[in-house]
């Protein structure tokens, strides 16, 4: 049976990239908003154009950047998962809660086999 | 480009959890490559998203699910996913989910047609509930509903 067609659209290059895929549309944006920014049409019709075009286009695998931006500036892209000294007591605490969670959760059965 | 580093950052995320032994991302050498069957518009097309729509069932006992197109909500549940919250918010669904998109491209002529359910792939921790269970399941949702092309958009 011939395989189908696939392209990813995401805005994690290098998980994808090490992963790879046969087709992969890359924006510069927030983890949550991959197609382009909440209520911007324009950028997501951008992005949707492109991982249409490269679905048809594509003959071998491919990945590609999109030019879009987030801000004007890369300042958002310093807080997403920081380690800082100011929250470094509370990760440990939401490791310990994370470690209690997941034996309630395996005691209740609720782990997938 | 200056991307963020998500493999990088999130190990040190994770070790500052106390979590020792790193996470092994996904890596292969070859890539299966299959080229579109059929012009755009012929072609039927399907989303899968990682976005959820029912936070009741716990994450690490969801899995793969094909759900009617209508039945998409507004607004998916995506509280418990990892994304950035302190960036941006995911109340314009446009923002992942294609769904507007393809509805107007089938109205243009540009695609075919837009498959009758959409799917669901979990972000599983576990690399093996993804290969053996997951997504074997989307490929069967994919040709259950006789897809041509697929967009898989990964929050």
Known sequence: ?113 | MNYISYIERTKAFYAAQGFDLPYQWSQYDDVPFSPMSKRLSDACIGIVTTAYRDQTTPMMARQAEAVPTEDAPTNFLNDDLSWDKETTHMADRRSYFPLEYLKLGVKSGLIGSLSSRFYFAPTQYSQRLTIEHDAPAIVRFAQEDTLDGVVLVPI
């Open chain 1, 1 to 113: 049976m011939a395989g189908i067609a696939t392209v990813v659209v995401g805005a994690a290059w290098d998980i994808v990239n090490r992963c790879q895929v046969p087709r992969f549309v890359y924006n510069d944006l927030p983890l949550g908003n991959p197609i382009g920014k909440p209520w911007d049409i324009a950028m997501q019709s951008h992005t949707m154009d492109r991982a249409l075009a490269m679905l048809v286009d594509a003959k071998t695998p491919t990945a590609e950047a999109m030019p879009h931006r987030f801000s004007s500036d890369d300042r958002w892209k310093t807080t997403y998962m920081a380690v800082t000294d100011e929250n470094r007591a509370e990760l440990r605490e939401r490791g310990e809660e994370n470690r209690r969670q997941r034996l309630l959760d395996k005691a209740a059965g609720l782990k997938r086999k």
